[in-house]
T-cell receptor
Framework: AQSVTQPDIHITVSEGASLELRCNYS??????LFWYVQSPGQGLQLLLK??????LVQGIKGFEAEFKRSQSSFNLRKPSVHWSDAAEYFC?????????????FGTGTRLTIIP | DVKVTQSSRYLVKRTGEKVFLECVQD?????MFWYRQDPGLGLRLIYF???????EKGDIPEGYSVSREKKERFSLILESASTNQTSMYLC?????????????FGAGSRLTVL
């Protein structure tokens, strides 16, 4: 069965500092990987996705993530966070036959930004 | 942009009431999903549908049913609401088939059952 682990429940960083959010997945075949962000009281917005090709993917809002097959990881990074990045972040995994399969989400990491 | 609309943002219901949560998408997506979101548990899939009148159970279908009579509309039904169904409910949709398909979410419906 597919699964996603986000080991950090809550992370606090200073504005302007770098950020890395961890994500480990379990999937028996080639995974499709996603990062979503949820601002308070809102639905989820896609930050970036990995399907194939270059293992470093760029997303919106200056985020990037790197797929490492050997470590089953897909960590999210940003070189310099802004106060508006405070939100909850979800990693998710789906299969290459994702068309009619479900997407499995991690439990989320809440990001707090301090001035 | 794809738009997924959940008509009720906040609902308060009493134990035993029948509850309908409506979701409409405007981009002719084949697949629609209902997730439940709880603190510390992330998003858990309740039901999904890959075609009109088709439905598949997700990870936590107990206590819920769904209806998809039209392609653009996917309804979640709580036949007899209970307090443990107090939660945030998120609807999502995507195109079907294989390949690079992405979920688009609605803003969520926060349900409180008293």
């Amino acid at each position: 069965a597919q699964s996603v682990t986000q080991p950090d429940i809550h992370i606090t960083v200073s504005e302007g500092a770098s950020l890395e959010l961890r994500c480990n997945y379990s999937y028996g075949a080639t995974p499709y990987l996603f990062w979503y962000v949820q601002s308070p009281g809102q639905g989820l917005q896609l930050l970036l996705k990995y399907f194939s090709g270059d293992t470093l993917v760029q997303g919106i809002k200056g985020f990037e993530a790197e797929f490492k097959r050997s470590q089953s990881s897909f960590n999210l990074r940003k070189p310099s966070v802004h106060w508006s990045d405070a939100a909850e972040y979800f990693c998710a995994v789906g299969g290459s036959n994702f068309g009619n399969e479900k997407l499995t989400f991690g439990t989320g990491t809440r990001l707090t930004i301090i001035p | 942009d794809v738009k997924v609309t959940q008509s009720s943002r906040y609902l308060v219901k009493r134990t035993g009431e029948k509850v309908f949560l409506e979701c409409v998408q405007d981009m002719d997506h084949e697949n629609m999903f209902w997730y439940r979101q709880d603190p510390g548990l992330g998003l858990r899939l309740i039901y999904f549908s890959y075609d009109v009148k088709m439905k598949e159970k997700g990870d936590i279908p107990e206590g819920y049913s769904v209806s998809r009579e039209k392609k653009e509309r996917f309804s979640l039904i709580l036949e007899s609401a209970s307090t443990n169904q107090t939660s945030m409910y998120l609807c999502a949709s995507k195109t079907g088939g294989t390949g690079a398909n992405v979920l688009t979410f609605g803003a969520g419906s926060r349900l409180t059952v008293l």
